[in-house]
Nanobody, 115 residues
Framework: QVQLIESGGGLVQAGGSLRLSCAAS????????MGWFRQAPGKEREWVAS???????YYPDSAKGRFTICRDNAKNTVSLQMNSLKPEDTAVYYC?????????WGQGTQVTVSS
């Protein structure tokens, strides 16, 4: 069982930045494929960023150039640096771990971007 705890959400003005963190349990963190997703009210959950065990990173077009995902295997954490935030980035942000055939989710952290 993998437990994920997100932190770092909050209220920020448009154009500002936030850094989200996700702390993971387990002795095999370096093998986890990690990702960030978000869900706005009334919308489906959408993918924001991913990072592999070999530190390859992946982003949808909506996040490229503004968001950066990184991991610290020594601390069992993955972070999401978000810059140039827009009101449409407002959502609950979730951390996800994929290990072997299982997916694990955190409880989410709220990000609100005011205009």
């Amino acid at each position: 069982q993998v437990q994920l705890i997100e932190s770092g959400g909050g209220l920020v003005q448009a154009g500002g930045s936030l850094r989200l963190s996700c702390a993971a349990s387990g002795r095999s963190f370096s093998s986890y494929f990690m990702g960030w997703f978000r869900q706005a009210p009334g919308k489906e959950r959408e993918w924001v960023a991913s990072i592999s065990s070999s530190n390859a990173t992946y982003y949808p077009d909506s996040a490229k150039g503004r968001f950066t995902i990184c991991r610290d295997n020594a601390k069992n954490t993955v972070s999401l640096q978000m810059n140039s935030l827009k009101p449409e980035d407002t959502a609950v942000y979730y951390c996800k771990a994929r290990f072997e055939t299982n997916n694990y989710w955190g409880q989410g952290t709220q990000v609100t971007v005011s205009s």
